[in-house]
């Protein structure tokens, strides 16, 4: 009868190999997003040249309050704050001076955070 | 990276006065970076929808035998990492969508790292440390650029990530297996510093799991 030797250091690879694999797959199915309807954000012209616009659509009537913000090497470039009551378009023209390249949109709702990626050329 | 030769140089330095034994190795491996995502709000916006495609390592290791079971290991590597978006929603000036921009963000690190290794037998040994990751380049490179022009310009085929951190930090948890002259290490990296930072409302954490086999060009 063939006789299966479990040495302490085979038993700490197999349980190091397993804690590596199931690291692997738990993280990868992990979802880090869920939608929200009661805005709708639109941001045009993307790709842009010097300036966009940020579309908010809204499907209530009362006054929302959010913040635009804007990132540039790990660092906000712009932020403003603002409150509508209606569909509004809200010009951005921050670019202007700035480089060519991919940057962070974020617009700040009270219980909901959008990030757009913007591309100047 | 001169700053980066002299603190390898450093090390070298300090730790060859007091070690007996060392070996350097030469490696080359993969990587597949892990996104996550710290709030306090519910996230909405296709930036999010990334997801990480293999990448590539390649460096040097450099072990010190300290007591009987113990090493610490030095590490420096060149890192190539692939994310895929979610396609971009091209729109024009009229808020007409254009259709949708297909892309990969290819970011390349310099990296540094420490690590301390508990060998359990000759061929085996665990480790934890700390990893610096400092970031070269960031590029998007789009797949289908050419389909696109915005008020007569031509889209460019890749362009600049100008939101990633230019330094993070992660504590690698890991084992290795050595087998004569090569080793193999795997490792999983925690972030423990955002790869973008907005503000304190958006982070966003890059862990990366890494295989890497390497080769002992010297030992003493």
């Known amino acids: 009868m063939t006789r299966i030797n479990f040495s302490v250091s085979n038993l700490m690879t197999i349980a190091a190999l397993f804690l590596f694999a199931s690291t692997l797959l738990f993280s990868c199915g992990k979802p880090d997003i869920s939608v929200n309807e009661k805005y709708h954000v639109a941001v045009y012209p993307n790709p842009c040249i010097d300036a966009f616009t940020v579309g908010i659509g809204m499907f209530s009537s009362s006054t929302t309050i959010f913040t635009i913000s804007l990132t540039k090497d790990g660092k906000e470039i712009y932020k403003e704050d603002f409150s509508i009551s209606s569909t509004t378009g809200i010009p951005i023209d921050v670019l202007i001076n700035e480089p060519e390249g991919a940057y962070l949109l974020k617009i700040e709702f009270e219980d909901e955070i959008e990030i757009i990626k913007i591309i100047k050329i | ?220």
Not at chain 2, 132 to 151: C, E, I, P, Q, W
């Open chain 2, 1 to 220: 990276m001169k700053k980066i030769t002299l603190l390898i140089f450093f090390i070298l330095t300090v730790t060859s006065g007091f070690s007996q034994k060392y070996k350097l190795g030469l490696e080359v491996g993969s990587n597949y970076p892990i996104l996550w995502t710290k709030s306090d709000k519910t996230l909405n916006g296709n930036f999010l929808e990334t997801s990480g495609r293999p990448g590539f390592n390649m460096g040097l290791e450099l072990k010190y035998s300290i007591f009987d079971q113990s090493e610490i290991a030095f590490l420096t590597q060149y890192q190539g990492m692939l994310i895929k978006n979610e396609p971009l929603l091209a729109a024009d000036n009229a808020g007409n969508i254009m259709g949708y921009l297909e892309s990969y963000d290819i970011n390349s690190y310099a990296n540094v790292g420490v690590h301390y290794c508990y060998t359990y037998n000759k061929k085996h040994s665990i480790f934890a440390g700390a990893k610096l990751f400092f970031l070269l380049m960031s590029k998007t490179f789009f797949l289908n650029a050419d389909d696109f022009r915005v008020a007569g310009k031509k889209m460019p085929t890749t362009i600049s990530n100008r939101y990633y951190k230019r330094v993070y930090l992660s504590v690698p948890l890991g084992f290795n297996f050595t087998i004569n002259k090569f080793y193999i290490r795997a490792q999983y990296n925690f972030a423990i510093t955002p790869a973008i930072k907005i503000d304190n409302s958006f982070k966003r954490f890059d862990n990366t799991i890494e295989l890497n086999i390497g080769l002992n060009i010297l030992s003493k």
